[in-house]
């Protein structure tokens, strides 16, 4: 299984983006019951936790973007979305998108968000 994350770009700091992560061909049938997520890494910091969406899409969000970032997902095109609003210059890092496919997890190449001030 193959994660495609995109989207990714520069911003002025109150701006708004939306990333997307698609799955390959060979989960088309089962994508409806994985999780999807967003973890994203800033420079010299750990990879971190944005958003989840399960397979019953129920959404989690960290702290600090709830109310600015929209998880959602779209089975018949296998994508999870990520709709960044207000963004801020904290909101800068590598985003990866992430799948939960009971018992493995699979992970997207990246997407990398700037934002500038």
């Known amino acids: 299984v193959q994660l495609q994350a995109s989207g990714g770009g520069l911003v002025q700091a109150g701006g708004s983006l939306r990333l997307s992560c698609t799955a390959s061909?060979?989960?088309?049938?089962?994508?409806?019951?994985?999780?999807m997520g967003w973890y994203r890494q800033a420079p010299g910091k750990q990879r971190e936790l944005v958003a989840t969406?399960?397979?019953?899409?129920?959404?989690n969000y960290a702290d600090f973007v709830k109310g600015r970032f929209t998880i959602s997902r779209d089975n018949a095109k296998k994508t999870a979305y990520l709709q960044m609003n207000s963004l801020k210059p904290d909101d800068t890092a590598v985003y990866y998108c992430?799948?939960?496919?009971?018992?493995?997890?699979?992970w997207g190449q990246g997407t990398q968000v700037t934002v500038s001030s």
């Open positions: 061909r060979s989960i088309l049938s089962t994508f409806s019951t994985v999780d």
């Open positions: 992430y799948m939960y496919w009971a018992p493995r997890e699979y």
């Open positions: 969406i399960t397979s019953g899409r129920s959404t």
